[in-house]
């Protein structure tokens, strides 16, 4: 049980955060959220500046400590998070890493970490969720193509994506798991359709992905045809790592606000809701431990994030809507106000218990998984 | 950084588990209940074994350990639903002769109420006047002191080990509905396949692995706000956990003769002692206003 960093840690620490007293500044400001190139744009030029400062593989191949205090020396100093990068690096780039050919990683990997492309995600579709092996967007090989139709729903950055990691059924008569597909999709092909999907947060967020005839070549395959499902459970399990360490900073940083705001406009002399507040310190005290716990099994199993995962998003994505209503509490009529940044955070915290496996789900993983209670409903 | 325990940690645990396993078993658990007598000769093994001893430097003939060893120690305790002033005895071990060795049965007034007073050698604080009250809890007799005596402590090592037990007696209770609910058959199959079930578990664990972290931090930090929110997340996990233990058992949960009900009724008497939750929350709600942005989680 040791919280203590090591020198060489503290060493990276230091050095992160004199680079980044100094970079942040030449940033270019925060782009309108609704201005989609201009948000990837400012995203990528990021990217571009950490990579030419050696910091563009962090998410890749520093060990899980350093990526720890990586996300959180970044987000202490207000500096972005990976927004249109996420995919690549978090998602696509880890699965060609990991299960593409020599001349694959050669040709994707590089201009993740530079900024220079793109990616998106198409997996979900409007009839395979939480189910999402049950997907049925088709492909039919032609040749040294295949030719893909169907539909994909849930697709962050699609309208300014270069490239697509798509997940495609290859053979309907196999059982759903056997049948699928892991390609890569770049984005110009002819007969894809992006339609923006408004979120309730008045935002357009993610889009639908319409494919009808498009022709992707067989080289374009990662992994085995058929063996896509197990191509992408290894960029799933990267999902829930080290994901929401920046956020839970923030949140620390959103309720020590809250406090103040309280006590400037009289609520802090609510006992109930002055006590509520106390109760979500503690929480967001003890899910940075939670962090620094499963950091410290991945750095032991060599980097690879386990089920704790699971866990520690079962309660995050909880305890942030519980903060957010907090400070709608907070701040009493001004909670109806959209201006109020509080506001729309309220809003878009209502994500965090569906995205990336719902609640209901993960209860179930962790059951089965972890606890080892029987399979079924 | 490494959070996790460390070899001697692990030793340490696993011989506790296996003295507790050999001297404090189910039957003995249950010979106790009621009894409202100590087992003098168990209290002396533990102190042998280093139990109270533990963190007093050696040269004063303790094991010299820190608050990390002392917290796997207790979790191991709450998991047994070992009885005694354990806590107050603990803490006694470098001031009450006797005491560090398990010759001497050390209890302590907190706030209103006072445990295992007529059994205890030595009473500390101001117990004057305390009547007995029929304990809700059958492995812990009570007095109730006629009013709560000077200014309230800040949190410290007692309120620490009290989380560590609720710690320890939330993951047994967690152990307790999974195994049940993988025996336990209706409709042809194990309870444990339904997913109403399955979530009551995973809903149990979650909570366990929270105030773990917590619980685990706070005895490396020693930060008596850490100590706060340990002491919440544990009392939160040791409740909780024992009321859907009890629901997960469904009739039989409801019975004597089910262990659950003894978790449940200590959970709920160590929320009330040493740091109840109305205090620790103020406590994290106070160190809310004092943050600096500036501050990194990580190094505070």
Redesign the interface.
């Known amino acids: 049980m040791d919280l203590a960093y090591t020198p060489e840690e503290e060493a990276f620490r230091a050095r992160l955060r004199a680079w980044l007293r100094g970079a942040l500044p030449t940033l270019p400001s925060r782009p309108d959220p609704l201005d989609w190139p201009a948000r990837r744009a400012y995203d990528t030029t990021w990217q571009r500046m950490l990579y030419d400062a050696g910091y563009g593989e962090v998410h890749w191949d520093a060990p899980p400590t350093q990526r720890l205090i990586f996300l959180e020396e970044t987000e202490l100093a207000g500096a972005p998070y990976v927004g249109a990068n996420f995919v690549g690096l978090l998602h696509a780039g880890p699965t060609i890493a990991a299960e593409g050919t020599q001349a694959q990683r050669e040709r994707w990997l590089p201009p993740i970490l530079r900024g220079d492309e793109v990616w998106c995600q198409g997996f979900s579709e409007p009839g395979a969720g939480s189910d999402l092996a049950a997907l049925r967007t088709r492909a039919v090989r032609d040749g040294d193509t295949y030719v893909v139709t169907g539909s994909k729903i849930w697709t962050s950055h699609a309208e300014v994506a270069d490239w697509c990691e798509l997940l495609v059924r290859t053979d309907p008569q196999a059982p759903k798991h056997q049948g699928i597909t892991w390609l890569a999709l770049p984005m110009d092909t002819p007969g894809i359709t992006v339609r923006p999907l408004r979120t309730l947060a008045g935002s357009d967020e993610f889009a639908e992905v319409f494919l009808d005839e498009v022709r992707v070549p067989v080289a374009n395959r990662v992994g085995e045809e058929n063996d896509g499902w197990r191509v992408t459970m290894v960029t799933l399990s990267f999902e829930r790592g080290t994901a929401f360490v920046g956020e839970v900073v923030a949140c620390r940083r959103v309720l020590a606000d809250l406090a103040r705001v309280a006590h400037k406009n009289g609520r802090w002399d609510d006992d109930a809701l002055r006590r509520r507040l106390g109760r979500l310190n503690a929480e967001f005290r003890a899910l940075w431990r939670l962090t620094q716990w499963n950091v410290s099994e991945a750095q032991a199993t060599g980097g690879v994030p386990g089920t704790g995962g699971s866990v520690f998003k079962l309660r995050y994505s909880h305890a942030r809507q519980e903060l957010y209503d907090t400070a709608a509490e907070v701040l009493g009529p001004d909670a109806l106000d959209l201006g109020r940044e509080w506001t729309l955070d309220r809003l878009s915290s209502l994500s965090y218990t569906i995205a990336a496996g719902t609640s209901q789900i993960q209860q179930n993983i962790v059951a089965e998984r972890i606890l080892g209670l029987p399979r079924g409903r | 950084?490494?959070?996790?325990?460390?070899d001697d940690?692990r030793a340490l645990r696993t011989g506790v588990r296996d003295l507790l396993a050999r001297r404090f078993d189910r039957e003995a658990l249950r010979a106790s209940v009621g009894s409202g007598a100590l087992d003098r000769a168990l209290w002396r093994e533990l102190g042998a074994a280093g139990f109270f001893a533990l963190r007093l430097p050696e040269e004063d003939g303790g094991v010299g350990l820190g608050l990390?060893e002392a917290v796997l120690l207790f979790e191991e305790a709450g998991r047994a639903l070992l009885p005694g002033p354990l806590v107050a005895t603990h803490l006694a071990a470098g001031s009450v002769p006797g005491a560090a060795d398990g010759e001497t049965v050390v209890t302590t007034a907190d706030g209103p109420l006072v445990e295992w007073l007529a059994e205890a050698d030595v009473a500390q604080g101001d117990v004057s006047g305390a009547v007995p009250v029929r304990s809700v809890d059958p492995l812990t007799p009570l007095h109730r002191l006629p009013h709560a005596r000077g200014p309230a402590r800040p949190p410290g090592a007692g309120a620490l080990l009290t989380a560590a037990e609720q710690l320890g007696s939330a993951a047994r209770t967690?152990d307790m509905a999974?195994a049940y609910?993988?025996e336990r058959e209706q409709f042809g199959?194990?309870i444990?396949?339904?997913?109403a079930?399955?979530?009551l578990?995973?809903?149990m664990?979650?909570r366990v692995?929270?105030?773990?972290?917590?619980v685990?931090?706070a005895?490396?930090?020693e930060d008596p706000?850490?100590i706060?929110?340990?002491k919440?997340?544990a009392d939160e996990a040791a409740v909780r956990g024992a009321r859907d233990c009890l629901q997960v058992h469904g009739g039989m949960g409801f019975t004597w003769e089910a262990d659950v009900h003894l978790h449940l009724k200590r959970a709920w008497l160590r929320a009330e002692r040493w740091l109840p939750a109305?205090r620790?929350?103020?406590?994290?709600?106070?160190?809310?206003?004092e943050?600096s942005?500036?501050t990194?989680?990580?190094?505070s």
């Open positions: 950084m490494d959070f996790r325990l460390n940690q990390p967690t999974v609910a993988r199959r194990p444990g396949a339904f997913q079930v399955k979530q578990c995973a809903g664990l979650v692995e929270v105030a773990r972290a917590a685990y931090a005895a490396v930090t706000v850490d706060a929110a340990a919440l997340l109305a620790a929350e103020e406590i994290a709600a106070a160190a809310l206003l943050t942005v500036e990194s989680p990580g190094t």
